[in-house]
Each structure stands twice: as structure tokens, then as C-alpha cells.
């Protein structure tokens, strides 16, 4: 059985555009070029039926390495907490109050981009802290 080389992660949304481009701050991700014979993403929008406008958008890795990222749009809001959550490695290998100060200042820049702050959970005998956060549209992920 031949092993899976590659996966994206798929969120679903209520604007695929904004979440996508928030997640490309937060990762450094890029959005990819329009498809051929248009020259901007409104240009392939516009050609699109009205309903099928904005209903989806991607990003992903400059380097290659990270999933690429899919946004689709759905009728219904989130309503529970996810199953599944990004967790966005930022202070790997630091510990302590260095641990912390990172993790504050990312979270300082990822509210700025429209994020929330939930709680800090603090070091105990067996993790490092790590902070949970929200995305544009309530989806979880955690600072670590």
C-alpha cells in the first residue's frame, strides 16, 4: 500500500477569503496566483455564477513542507467547539517566563489581525504552558 505524500486541512467558514488571509498572517502562508487567464482573484470571482462567488479559497506553505490550507463556505455557523485544532508551535523548546513572553507576543500580534485571546493554560508537571485562542470566526487553535 503506497503511504499519503501530501493533505490539506479544510475549515469550514462563513467568508473563505478572510479566514484564508488570516491564516496566511498567522503562518506566513501565501495566498496562490489566480487561476490561468485571469489576472486577479476578483477577475475569477466575477466570471463565477453569483452563488458560487467567494464560496471557497486556499493557501499555502512558500516552502512547500506545511498542508495546504482550504476554506469553503457553509450555510451554518459554528456552533461547538472543534474536534480538530491547529496548534501553532511558536515557542517549541522554551520554557518558563522566555515560554511565556513569547507566547504573549504572539498573541498580541494575532489579536491585532482579529483574534481572540481565550485563556492561558498554564505549565504543569507534564506540559508547558500554551495559550488558546480563537481565528476570525471563532475557530480554536493554540499558541504553543
Partial sequence: MKSIKQFQVTFDCADPERVARFWCEVLGYVVPPPPKGFA???DFWRSE???????WFACSDPSGVGPRLYFQRVPEGK???????????VATGLVGEERLATLEAECARLVALGAV????????????SCMVMQDVEGNEFCLD
Fill in 40 to 42: 486577479t482573484w476578483d
Fill in 49 to 55: 455564477p453569483p452563488e458560487d462567488r467567494g464560496a
Fill in 79 to 89: 456552533v461547538v467547539k472543534n474536534r480538530v485544532h491547529l496548534d501553532v508551535r
Fill in 117 to 128: 485571546r481565550v485563556r492561558l493554560l498554564p505549565a504543569d508537571d507534564d506540559n508547558e
